[in-house]
């Protein structure tokens, strides 16, 4: 059997099984609760499957809330050295992909970057240089996925028999402080990823290639 990596954990595995044992506690839903709060070791691997399959579909729709989150912010953090040139950083991280490619940036076209950024996202993967950016990619996983659970269980505690004010003061506060940490990882992830391009050993750097430019 494969293993279960740090993001599959992080961001997929604990945000589903937040979302099970926090449903268990605030909902009544009869027999169902022994799975979501499980009790013993007989439940145990079909809570942990159920977890992990849950955790999918709330990454699923994070990445819708991600899409809606991300255009107010004019794309996300690696994208801003040309959607959001006013950015403290965006010029150093602009420099260090013009240097890496030489003329092969010229247009500031959105597709372009991404096709750029996901050149060299590659390159540092195959030089097993992305362990630190594995751990911001997991992080911000989980961070994701508990603002999806946190929107969800805002509408499961409609049924709650607990004080609703106190129920959504607690989910409010815990989304907002999802949502920033979120977006922080998400700038973490950013400038480690320049970094790596900018500490890449020359004999790496991609050639300039004609016909890219538009690819």
Not at 193 to 203: C, D, S
Request: glycine content about 8%.
């Amino acid at each position: 059997m494969r293993s279960v990596d740090f993001y599959e954990f992080v961001g997929v595995i604990v945000p589903g099984a937040i979302l099970l044992v926090a449903t268990g506690y605030l909902v009544d839903v009869g027999a169902a609760k022994e799975f979501l709060l499980p009790t013993g070791v007989g439940n145990a691997v079909a809570y942990l499957v159920l977890a992990y399959v849950t955790g999918h579909l709330l990454q699923a729709l994070g990445n819708w809330f991600e899409n809606i989150y991300w255009k107010v912010w004019r794309g996300m953090p690696t994208d801003w050295p040309i959607t959001r040139p006013e950015y403290v950083e965006s010029e150093d991280w602009k420099k260090i992909i013009e240097s890496y490619f030489g003329e092969l940036y010229k247009t500031g076209e959105t597709k372009e970057w991404h096709h750029i950024i996901g050149q060299v996202r590659s390159t540092i993967y195959a030089a097993n240089r992305a362990t630190r950016l594995h751990i911001f990619n997991g992080n911000y996983g989980m961070f994701r996925g508990l603002v999806t659970t946190e929107l969800l269980l805002m509408v499961f505690a409609w049924q709650s028999h607990y004080n609703l004010v106190f129920v959504y003061g607690i989910l409010g506060v815990t989304l907002i402080l999802s949502v920033a940490r979120m977006h922080r990882f998400a700038i973490r992830y950013a400038r480690e990823l320049f970094a790596n391009i900018a500490e890449l050993p020359t004999k790496t750097r991609m050639p300039v290639v004609k016909g890219e430019e538009n690819a």
